[in-house]
C-alpha cells in the first residue's frame, strides 16, 4: 500500500490582508522582584515582533477524512498547554538552581502537508453553501504561515483588558505553521 501523499491546508486569506504581519504571541518567562529578597516567576503571553513576515490567518481548511485527524484548533490548544507545562517546569528547575533566566516559548507545528493560502473578497462568498464561486479566488503555496486564533490558555497576556473587544484580542495566540522541508529556514529567521 502507497503513503497517502500529503494533504493541503488551506488558510483563508481576505484580499489585502497581504503577507506583512511579523508578530507572534509568545509565551514569556520572566522573573519580577516582590521584596529584594524574593523573586516571584512571571509566566505570560505577549506579542513579539520577529523579522519574519507571512500571511497571518484565523482560518484553516483540511480535509478530515477520518476521526484521528485533529482540527487545527484542537492541535493547537495541546500545542499551547504543552508549551505553558514547558514553562512551569522551566521555572521549577530554576528554582531549584536558584537561577532566575528569561525563556520565550514560540508555539511551531510542524507539517508535511502543502501550506497555501486562498485569497478572496469576502462578498464574493456565496451565503447558501458557503463556497467560493471558481475563479474569485487566488491559490498561492506558501512555506509558513501564521495561524492566530482565540484560544484560552491558563496564563494571561502582559495587561488586562479594558474592554470585551480588547479581552478577544488579548486571548488570541499565534501558532506557526512551517512546512517540514522549511523548519531549518523558519529557525534561522526567528
Known amino acids: 500500500k502507497c503513503p497517502k501523499e500529503p494533504q493541503d491546508w488551506i488558510f483563508l486569506i481576505e484580499r489585502g490582508g497581504e503577507p506583512t504581519v511579523n508578530r507572534v504571541c509568545c509565551l514569556s518567562l520572566d522573573h519580577c522582584r516582590e521584596v529584594e529578597s524574593s523573586i516571584k516567576p512571571l509566566i505570560i503571553w505577549k506579542d513579539s515582533d520577529y523579522r519574519l513576515v507571512t500571511f497571518e490567518s484565523d482560518f484553516c481548511v483540511r ?11 484542537r492541535q493547537s490548544r495541546t500545542l499551547l498547554r504543552s508549551a505553558e507545562c514547558l514553562a512551569e517546569e522551566e521555572h521549577l528547575l530554576q528554582q531549584e538552581r536558584k537561577t532566575h533566566q528569561s525563556v520565550t516559548y514560540v508555539p511551531v507545528i510542524v507539517t508535511t502537508a502543502n501550506l497555501k493560502v486562498c485569497i478572496f473578497q469576502a462578498a464574493d462568498v456565496r451565503i447558501v453553501d458557503g463556497r467560493i464561486p471558481k475563479g474569485s ?4 503555496q506558501v512555506d509558513y504561515i501564521r495561524f492566530r ?9 502582559f495587561k488586562p483588558p479594558k474592554d470585551l473587544a480588547e479581552a478577544n484580542y488579548l486571548q488570541q495566540r499565534t501558532i506557526l505553521i512551517v512546512q517540514a ?7 534561522h529567521r526567528l
Open 63 to 73: 480535509e478530515q477524512d477520518d476521526k484521528n485527524r485533529p482540527l487545527l484548533e
Open 137 to 140: 479566488a487566488k491559490f498561492e
Open 149 to 157: 486564533k482565540t484560544i484560552l490558555t491558563k496564563y494571561p497576556t
Open 181 to 187: 522541508q522549511r523548519l531549518s529556514e523558519l529557525l
